[in-house]
Structure formats: structure tokens, C-alpha cells
């Protein structure tokens, strides 16, 4: 069992950067590939950036690609999101999730852990 609790979602301005963080409790945290999605009001969930165990790997979706940075500190049972340039596009619930196996990364029906998420909201 892994618990995810998100954290760092904020109102910020069109152009400024927020970092989240994904703090990770329970057993083997740094055996589960992690990943961010997002979600926007009556719009489905949204694949944003993953991470493989080690941190070797990241794999982002073409609309956050050079803006976002996934990363991991499996020491600290943490994983993060740094974003710059956000845009009102942006907006949306931001959650962390876990999962066992680092492939089909993009498919949130295949991620057996979820925070609750944290509140994005980008103004222009």
C-alpha cells in the first residue's frame, strides 16, 4: 500500500512557474514508477509527465514537453513536478500516482495508487 499526498498547487499569473510535490508513505515507494496527471473541469484526465524507478527515465505529453520536469528523490519518498511558463491551459487538479510497472505510462486506468491532488490555476 502507497499513500500520495500533493502539495505546492497555487493561483499564479500566465508566465510564472510553480514546483509541486508528491510525498509518498507505505512500503516500497522506490519500487513504483510515479506519474502526474491533471484534470480540468468537465474534461478527462490528462497524462503529464512519468518517471521511471530509478529517475533514469521521464516521458512527458507533447503539451507540457520542455516546460515540465518530472523528478524523484527515493530517499525522501518524493517525487516532483517543476513547472515553468505556465499558461492558463495549465489550469486544472494536478494528482500523483503510482504504479508497479513503467510501461503504457499515459494510461491512468493502469495506476493502482492516486493522491487527492492539488488545485493549479493559471490566470492570463
Known amino acids: 500500500q502507497v499513500q500520495l499526498v500533493e502539495s505546492g498547487g497555487g493561483l499564479v499569473q500566465a508566465g510564472a512557474s510553480l514546483r509541486l510535490t508528491c510525498a509518498a508513505s507505505?512500503?516500497?515507494?522506490?519500487?513504483?514508477?510515479m506519474a502526474w496527471f491533471r484534470q480540468a473541469p468537465g474534461k478527462e484526465r490528462e497524462f503529464v509527465a512519468s518517471?521511471?524507478?530509478?529517475?533514469?527515465?521521464?516521458f512527458y505529453a507533447d503539451s507540457v514537453k520542455g516546460r515540465f520536469t518530472i523528478s524523484r528523490d527515493n530517499a525522501k519518498n518524493m517525487v516532483y513536478l517543476q513547472m515553468n511558463s505556465l499558461n492558463p491551459e495549465d489550469t486544472a487538479v494536478y494528482y500523483c500516482?503510482?504504479?508497479?510497472?513503467?510501461?503504457?505510462?499515459?494510461?491512468?486506468?493502469?495506476?493502482?495508487?492516486w493522491g487527492q491532488g492539488t488545485q493549479v490555476t493559471v490566470s492570463s
Open positions: 500516482a503510482a504504479k508497479s510497472v513503467f510501461n503504457y505510462v499515459n494510461n491512468y486506468a493502469l495506476y493502482e495508487y
Open positions: 507505505g512500503r516500497s515507494f522506490s519500487s513504483y514508477a
Open positions: 518517471i521511471s524507478v530509478s529517475g533514469a527515465n521521464t
